[in-house]
Protein backbone atom coordinates (compact mmCIF):
# COMPACT_ATOMS: atom_id res chain seq x y z
CA UNK A 1 0.00 0.00 0.00
CA UNK A 2 1.00 3.37 -0.84
CA UNK A 3 1.15 6.30 1.06
CA UNK A 4 -1.06 7.89 -2.30
CA UNK A 5 -3.61 5.62 -1.40
CA UNK A 6 -4.86 8.18 0.77
CA UNK A 7 -3.64 11.24 -1.14
CA UNK A 8 -6.70 13.47 -1.90
CA UNK A 9 -4.57 16.34 -3.59
CA UNK A 10 -6.26 18.42 -6.35
CA UNK A 11 -9.38 16.58 -5.12
CA UNK A 12 -12.70 19.02 -4.47
CA UNK A 13 -15.12 17.24 -1.88
CA UNK A 14 -18.78 18.56 -0.94
CA UNK A 15 -19.59 17.84 2.46
CA UNK A 16 -23.28 18.80 3.29
CA UNK A 17 -24.02 19.49 7.18
CA UNK A 18 -20.21 19.83 7.04
CA UNK A 19 -20.23 23.57 9.34
CA UNK A 20 -20.17 21.40 12.49
CA UNK A 21 -20.72 17.91 14.42
CA UNK A 22 -19.49 14.61 11.96
CA UNK A 23 -19.92 16.29 8.77
CA UNK A 24 -17.26 18.84 10.31
CA UNK A 25 -15.20 15.71 11.23
CA UNK A 26 -15.23 14.38 8.41
CA UNK A 27 -14.42 18.00 6.77
CA UNK A 28 -11.45 18.56 8.58
CA UNK A 29 -10.24 14.72 7.53
CA UNK A 30 -10.44 15.03 4.22
CA UNK A 31 -8.88 18.68 3.81
CA UNK A 32 -5.84 17.28 5.73
CA UNK A 33 -5.84 14.27 3.42
CA UNK A 34 -5.23 17.45 0.64
CA UNK A 35 -9.01 17.99 -0.85
CA UNK A 36 -10.42 21.16 -1.26
CA UNK A 37 -13.67 21.23 0.80
CA UNK A 38 -17.11 22.84 -0.02
CA UNK A 39 -18.98 23.34 2.99
CA UNK A 40 -22.66 23.45 2.67
CA UNK A 41 -25.55 24.00 5.10
CA UNK A 42 -27.68 26.65 5.82
CA UNK A 43 -26.48 28.79 8.59
CA UNK A 44 -23.86 30.85 7.13
CA UNK A 45 -22.21 32.06 10.15
CA UNK A 46 -21.10 28.37 11.22
CA UNK A 47 -20.18 27.67 7.63
CA UNK A 48 -18.19 30.42 7.30
CA UNK A 49 -16.28 29.71 11.19
CA UNK A 50 -15.40 26.19 9.14
CA UNK A 51 -14.23 27.49 6.19
CA UNK A 52 -11.77 29.69 8.29
CA UNK A 53 -10.78 26.69 10.18
CA UNK A 54 -10.06 24.58 7.47
CA UNK A 55 -8.18 27.33 5.19
CA UNK A 56 -6.24 27.95 8.24
CA UNK A 57 -4.76 24.15 8.66
CA UNK A 58 -4.08 25.38 4.67
CA UNK A 59 -6.52 23.55 2.75
CA UNK A 60 -8.75 25.60 0.48
CA UNK A 61 -12.27 25.61 1.35
CA UNK A 62 -15.51 27.46 0.05
CA UNK A 63 -19.13 28.07 2.24
CA UNK A 64 -22.21 27.05 -0.27
CA UNK A 65 -25.40 28.45 1.81
CA UNK A 66 -27.88 25.80 1.00
CA UNK A 67 -30.60 24.17 2.02
CA UNK A 68 -30.21 20.46 0.80
CA UNK A 69 -34.43 19.68 0.52
CA UNK A 70 -34.24 22.40 -2.07
CA UNK A 71 -33.62 20.73 -6.08
CA UNK A 72 -32.79 24.01 -7.63
CA UNK A 73 -30.53 25.18 -4.57
CA UNK A 74 -28.90 21.97 -4.55
CA UNK A 75 -28.19 22.11 -8.54
CA UNK A 76 -27.08 25.94 -8.19
CA UNK A 77 -24.66 24.84 -5.38
CA UNK A 78 -22.86 21.96 -7.52
CA UNK A 79 -23.03 23.96 -10.53
CA UNK A 80 -21.09 26.93 -8.51
CA UNK A 81 -18.67 24.12 -6.61
CA UNK A 82 -17.55 22.93 -9.93
CA UNK A 83 -17.25 26.85 -11.34
CA UNK A 84 -15.22 27.74 -8.04
CA UNK A 85 -13.54 24.61 -7.35
CA UNK A 86 -12.87 23.35 -10.92
CA UNK A 87 -14.29 19.66 -10.28
CA UNK A 88 -16.34 17.45 -8.13
CA UNK A 89 -14.65 14.10 -6.80
CA UNK A 90 -16.48 13.73 -3.40
CA UNK A 91 -19.58 13.93 -2.03
CA UNK A 92 -19.95 13.38 1.42
CA UNK A 93 -24.06 13.81 1.92
CA UNK A 94 -24.24 14.32 6.06
CA UNK A 95 -26.59 16.77 6.73
CA UNK A 96 -29.46 15.24 8.77
CA UNK A 97 -32.00 15.96 11.55
CA UNK A 98 -34.27 13.89 14.08
CA UNK A 99 -37.86 14.85 14.95
CA UNK A 100 -38.03 12.39 18.46
CA UNK A 101 -41.61 11.57 19.03
CA UNK A 102 -43.67 7.42 18.59
CA UNK A 103 -45.38 6.95 15.11
CA UNK A 104 -48.54 7.64 16.61
CA UNK A 105 -47.85 11.55 17.31
CA UNK A 106 -45.87 12.18 14.25
CA UNK A 107 -47.62 14.30 12.28
CA UNK A 108 -47.13 14.27 8.36
CA UNK A 109 -45.17 17.39 7.97
CA UNK A 110 -42.85 16.36 10.72
CA UNK A 111 -42.32 13.04 8.72
CA UNK A 112 -41.78 14.90 5.73
CA UNK A 113 -39.24 17.05 6.52
CA UNK A 114 -36.84 14.48 8.13
CA UNK A 115 -37.15 11.92 4.94
CA UNK A 116 -36.31 15.31 3.02
CA UNK A 117 -33.69 16.56 4.80
CA UNK A 118 -32.22 13.03 5.39
CA UNK A 119 -33.06 10.75 2.66
CA UNK A 120 -34.11 12.77 -0.64
CA UNK A 121 -31.39 15.31 0.42
CA UNK A 122 -29.06 12.51 -1.12
CA UNK A 123 -30.83 11.91 -3.69
CA UNK A 124 -30.78 15.44 -5.26
CA UNK A 125 -26.95 16.13 -4.50
CA UNK A 126 -26.18 12.61 -5.83
CA UNK A 127 -27.67 13.52 -8.91
CA UNK A 128 -26.82 16.41 -8.90
CA UNK A 129 -22.57 15.67 -8.81
CA UNK A 130 -23.27 12.62 -11.38
CA UNK A 131 -22.17 14.64 -14.71
CA UNK A 132 -19.20 16.13 -12.98
CA UNK A 133 -18.16 12.95 -11.20
CA UNK A 134 -18.49 10.86 -15.17
CA UNK A 135 -16.59 13.64 -16.72
CA UNK A 136 -13.81 13.44 -14.34
CA UNK A 137 -13.29 9.79 -14.39
CA UNK A 138 -14.88 8.41 -11.02
CA UNK A 139 -15.88 10.09 -8.29
CA UNK A 140 -16.68 8.92 -4.35
CA UNK A 141 -20.20 9.07 -2.90
CA UNK A 142 -20.15 8.67 1.12
CA UNK A 143 -23.68 8.81 2.69
CA UNK A 144 -24.21 9.62 6.36
CA UNK A 145 -26.38 6.49 7.76
CA UNK A 146 -27.16 5.55 11.49
CA UNK A 147 -27.46 2.82 13.89
CA UNK A 148 -30.99 3.41 13.58
CA UNK A 149 -30.19 2.10 9.56
CA UNK A 150 -30.19 -1.72 11.33
CA UNK A 151 -32.42 -0.89 14.74
CA UNK A 152 -35.53 0.25 15.79
CA UNK A 153 -36.54 2.52 18.35
CA UNK A 154 -40.05 3.86 19.33
CA UNK A 155 -38.91 7.09 19.03
CA UNK A 156 -37.73 7.80 15.76
CA UNK A 157 -39.82 6.47 12.43
CA UNK A 158 -39.30 8.81 9.95
CA UNK A 159 -35.53 8.75 10.94
CA UNK A 160 -35.10 5.46 10.78
CA UNK A 161 -37.43 5.06 8.19
CA UNK A 162 -34.85 7.62 6.55
CA UNK A 163 -31.66 6.27 7.59
CA UNK A 164 -32.77 2.65 6.36
CA UNK A 165 -33.62 4.31 3.27
CA UNK A 166 -29.74 5.66 2.94
CA UNK A 167 -28.46 2.35 2.62
CA UNK A 168 -30.74 0.83 0.12
CA UNK A 169 -29.92 4.11 -1.46
CA UNK A 170 -26.42 3.38 -1.62
CA UNK A 171 -26.34 0.33 -2.78
CA UNK A 172 -28.19 1.36 -6.17
CA UNK A 173 -26.38 4.13 -6.53
CA UNK A 174 -23.06 1.58 -6.41
CA UNK A 175 -24.83 -0.70 -9.21
CA UNK A 176 -25.79 2.31 -11.14
CA UNK A 177 -22.58 4.02 -11.36
CA UNK A 178 -20.04 1.36 -10.67
CA UNK A 179 -19.37 1.65 -14.79
CA UNK A 180 -18.56 5.14 -14.16
CA UNK A 181 -15.96 4.46 -11.63
CA UNK A 182 -17.89 5.93 -8.97
CA UNK A 183 -17.95 4.07 -5.30
CA UNK A 184 -21.07 5.04 -3.26
CA UNK A 185 -20.81 3.90 0.31
CA UNK A 186 -22.33 4.57 3.88
CA UNK A 187 -21.13 5.16 7.62
CA UNK A 188 -23.18 4.25 10.56
CA UNK A 189 -21.95 5.99 13.22
CA UNK A 190 -23.05 5.27 16.44
CA UNK A 191 -23.93 7.74 19.30
CA UNK A 192 -21.60 10.41 18.79
CA UNK A 193 -21.67 13.77 20.69
CA UNK A 194 -22.74 16.54 18.61
CA UNK A 195 -25.23 19.16 18.71
CA UNK A 196 -28.04 16.63 17.60
CA UNK A 197 -26.80 14.03 20.72
CA UNK A 198 -26.91 16.88 22.69
CA UNK A 199 -30.48 17.35 22.28
CA UNK A 200 -31.10 13.53 22.29
CA UNK A 201 -29.62 13.60 25.58
CA UNK A 202 -31.79 16.32 27.06
CA UNK A 203 -35.12 14.22 25.53
CA UNK A 204 -34.27 10.78 26.63
CA UNK A 205 -34.06 9.62 30.48
CA UNK A 206 -31.05 7.91 31.06
CA UNK A 207 -29.91 7.70 27.19
CA UNK A 208 -26.10 8.80 28.36
CA UNK A 209 -25.76 5.71 30.22
CA UNK A 210 -26.95 3.45 28.28
CA UNK A 211 -24.61 4.42 25.71
CA UNK A 212 -21.69 4.00 27.95
CA UNK A 213 -23.29 0.46 28.99
CA UNK A 214 -23.82 -0.54 25.78
CA UNK A 215 -20.73 0.48 23.73
CA UNK A 216 -18.11 -1.84 24.10
CA UNK A 217 -15.49 1.45 23.61
CA UNK A 218 -17.09 2.73 26.54
CA UNK A 219 -17.26 5.93 25.50
CA UNK A 220 -19.62 8.15 23.11
CA UNK A 221 -17.67 9.04 19.36
CA UNK A 222 -16.31 12.12 18.61
CA UNK A 223 -16.20 14.28 15.66
CA UNK A 224 -12.48 13.40 14.91
CA UNK A 225 -13.52 9.49 14.84
CA UNK A 226 -14.64 9.97 11.09
CA UNK A 227 -12.05 11.53 9.78
CA UNK A 228 -10.05 8.55 8.52
CA UNK A 229 -13.40 6.55 7.76
CA UNK A 230 -14.01 9.64 5.55
CA UNK A 231 -10.09 9.69 4.03
CA UNK A 232 -11.00 5.82 3.27
CA UNK A 233 -13.52 6.08 1.56
CA UNK A 234 -12.88 9.43 -0.47
CA UNK A 235 -9.08 7.94 -1.53
CA UNK A 236 -8.11 5.13 -3.97
CA UNK A 237 -7.52 2.90 -0.92
CA UNK A 238 -11.10 2.24 -0.75
CA UNK A 239 -11.53 1.71 -5.54
CA UNK A 240 -13.25 -1.56 -4.98
CA UNK A 241 -15.23 -0.99 -2.05
CA UNK A 242 -18.95 0.19 -2.97
CA UNK A 243 -22.28 -0.56 -1.86
CA UNK A 244 -20.71 -1.12 1.71
CA UNK A 245 -22.41 -0.14 4.98
CA UNK A 246 -19.63 0.79 7.18
CA UNK A 247 -20.52 1.29 11.23
CA UNK A 248 -18.40 3.60 13.25
CA UNK A 249 -19.84 2.81 16.57
CA UNK A 250 -17.32 1.99 18.85
CA UNK A 251 -18.53 -1.66 18.63
CA UNK A 252 -22.38 -0.42 19.40
CA UNK A 253 -23.67 -2.59 16.91
CA UNK A 254 -21.83 -6.10 17.39
CA UNK A 255 -22.91 -5.85 21.42
CA UNK A 256 -25.43 -8.91 22.50
P1 LIG B 1 -25.48 18.21 13.73
O1 LIG B 1 -26.81 18.69 14.17
O2 LIG B 1 -24.25 18.67 14.44
O3 LIG B 1 -25.26 18.46 12.17
C1 LIG B 1 -26.30 18.41 11.26
C2 LIG B 1 -25.87 19.22 10.06
O4 LIG B 1 -26.87 19.14 9.04
C3 LIG B 1 -25.68 20.67 10.38
O5 LIG B 1 -24.39 21.04 9.91
C4 LIG B 1 -26.77 21.39 9.61
O6 LIG B 1 -26.29 22.63 9.12
C5 LIG B 1 -27.03 20.42 8.48
N1 LIG B 1 -28.39 20.50 7.93
C6 LIG B 1 -29.56 20.16 8.54
N2 LIG B 1 -30.60 20.42 7.72
C7 LIG B 1 -30.08 20.93 6.57
C8 LIG B 1 -30.64 21.39 5.36
N3 LIG B 1 -31.97 21.37 5.14
N4 LIG B 1 -29.81 21.86 4.40
C9 LIG B 1 -28.47 21.90 4.60
N5 LIG B 1 -27.87 21.46 5.72
C10 LIG B 1 -28.67 20.98 6.70
O7 LIG B 1 -25.60 16.62 13.81
P2 LIG B 1 -24.60 15.41 13.62
O8 LIG B 1 -23.26 15.85 13.23
O9 LIG B 1 -24.79 14.55 14.79
O10 LIG B 1 -25.30 14.67 12.38
C11 LIG B 1 -24.72 14.54 11.10
C12 LIG B 1 -25.28 13.31 10.44
O11 LIG B 1 -24.92 12.15 11.18
C13 LIG B 1 -26.81 13.29 10.34
O12 LIG B 1 -27.19 12.72 9.12
C14 LIG B 1 -27.20 12.39 11.49
O13 LIG B 1 -28.44 11.77 11.27
C15 LIG B 1 -26.07 11.39 11.46
N6 LIG B 1 -25.88 10.64 12.70
C16 LIG B 1 -25.52 11.24 13.86
C17 LIG B 1 -25.34 10.47 15.00
C18 LIG B 1 -24.89 11.04 16.29
O14 LIG B 1 -24.82 10.31 17.28
N7 LIG B 1 -24.57 12.30 16.37
C19 LIG B 1 -25.57 9.02 15.00
C20 LIG B 1 -25.94 8.50 13.72
C21 LIG B 1 -26.10 9.28 12.62
P3 LIG B 1 -27.22 23.98 9.10
O15 LIG B 1 -27.86 24.07 10.44
O16 LIG B 1 -26.26 25.06 8.77
O17 LIG B 1 -28.20 23.77 7.99
Known amino acids: MKAGHFDLSGKVAIVTG ?3 GIGLGMARGLAEAGAAIA ?6 AKSQAAVAEIERSGARAISVVTDVTDKAAVAAMAERVARELGRI ?8 INIRKPPHALDIDEWNSVIATNLTSAFLCSQAVYPAMKAAGGGKIINIG ?3 SIFGASFAPAYAASKGGIV ?7 CAWAADNIQANA ?3 GWIDTDLTKRAREQIDGLHDRVLARTPAARWGGIEDF ?7 ASPASDFVTGTAIPVDGGYSIMG
Open 168 to 174: QFTRSCA
Open 227 to 233: AGIAVFL
Open 146 to 148: SMM
Open 18 to 20: GNG
Open 39 to 44: IVGRNE
Open 187 to 189: VLP
Open 89 to 96: DILVNNAG
